[in-house]
């Protein structure tokens, strides 16, 4: 299994980003997605979650209400749609990949780079 994440870039403060997340290899059903982030000088903090159908999905405080977790199975790929960005959610953001739902996560991907200008 591998995981591939993309979308990253520079942005002012206010702009939007949607980063993607392409899952290959086999992988079943019961599984949830996530993102997390590390910012500059600071630990791996949890951002979202979704599980296998979409319907369930998770925030941080931090990010709620201006982030979106989604996903497509038939494109095996995650997205986290970023809007209303702040300086402060310059970070690498890791997709993940939870295999049975139990909160380990058991794939990562490489990151992605998210800078917010001022």
């Known amino acids: 299994v591998q995981l591939q994440a993309s979308g990253g870039g520079l942005v002012q403060a206010g702009g939007s980003l949607r980063l993607s997340c392409a899952v290959s290899?086999?992988?079943?059903?019961?599984?949830?997605m996530a993102w997390f982030r590390r910012a500059p000088g600071k630990e791996r903090e949890f951002v979202a979650r979704?599980?296998?159908?979409?319907?369930?999905?998770v925030y941080a405080d931090s990010v709620k209400g201006r982030f979106t977790i989604s996903r497509d199975n038939a494109k095996n790929t995650v997205y986290l749609q970023m809007n209303s960005l702040k300086v402060e959610d310059t970070a690498v953001y890791y997709c993940?990949?939870?295999?049975?739902?139990?909160?380990?996560?058991?794939?990562w991907g490489q990151g992605t780079l998210v800078i917010v200008s001022s």
């Open positions: 993940a990949l939870d295999l049975r739902s139990d909160s380990t996560y058991d794939y």
């Open positions: 979704i599980n296998w159908a979409g319907y369930s999905t």
């Open positions: 290899g086999r992988i079943f059903s019961s599984n949830r």
